[in-house]
């Protein structure tokens, strides 16, 4: 069963930045897909970010492309999102997934991965943005 330990979320500021980060009990978590999800209230839960497994080629929404930067720590099982000049419309509890995928994928193929495709999930971090 894997399992995935979120932080980093709280209430911040517009303009604010918070450091989100996911740590996972994967093995051979390098040739992991992670990424980073939210959801609004009312809302679908959508794609805010993903890393590819092993070179650790990026994909970002335009919604937060310029302001979130996606990493990974494949020594220490942890993804993070470094997320900067935060809008109000940033609020939602955020998530991280995990897929299996040894071949590297493209920052254009990552953004067309469907949510379905990632099989863990963490219980998610609420992120608050005040204005």
């Known amino acids: 069963q894997v399992q995935f330990v979120e932080s980093g979320g709280g209430l911040v500021q517009s303009g604010g930045s918070l450091r989100l980060s996911c740590a996972a009990s994967?093995?051979?978590?390098?040739?992991?897909?992670i990424g980073w999800f939210r959801q609004a209230p009312g809302k679908e839960r959508e794609a805010v970010s993903c890393?590819?497994?092993?070179?650790?080629?990026?994909y970002y929404a335009d919604a937060v492309k310029g302001r979130f930067t996606i990493s990974r720590d494949n020594a220490k099982n942890t993804v993070y999102l470094q997320m900067n000049s935060l809008k109000p419309e940033d609020t939602a509890v955020y998530y991280c997934?995990?897929?299996?995928?040894?071949?590297?994928?493209?920052?254009?193929?990552?953004?067309?991965?469907?949510?379905?495709?990632?099989?863990?999930w963490g219980q998610g971090t609420q992120v608050t943005v005040s204005s």
């Open positions: 997934a995990s897929k299996w995928e040894v071949v590297p994928l493209s920052a254009q193929t990552l953004g067309l991965l469907p949510l379905s495709s990632f099989t863990s």
């Open positions: 994967l093995e051979a978590f390098e040739y992991y897909v």
């Open positions: 890393i590819s497994s092993v070179e650790g080629r990026t």
